[in-house]
């Protein structure tokens, strides 16, 4: 809070550090192929991981949900 209000009560100028008109050009963004994707996701342990946990809790969630409606 006392950060908040010190920025609030300065009159400075503040320098410009960047400049909208001098971007450079990005490299268009390509999507790995399947066979990339599959590497890099077994690759990596925590994203397999992750994708599991998420993929079970969500089955999970939905049994759950049945069970609620059928009940009604």
Do not use: H
Request: proline share 7%.
């Amino acid at each position: 809070p006392t950060l908040l209000e010190e920025l609030g009560a300065d009159e400075s100028t503040l320098a410009r550090r960047l400049d909208p008109t001098a971007t450079g050009t990005a490299e268009p963004c390509v999507p790995p192929d399947e066979m990339a994707f599959r590497y890099d996701m077994n690759a990596d342990a925590m994203a397999t991981e992750k994708l599991a946990e998420g993929i079970r809790n969500f089955v999970a969630d939905q049994v759950k949900l049945e069970e609620l409606i059928s009940t009604r």
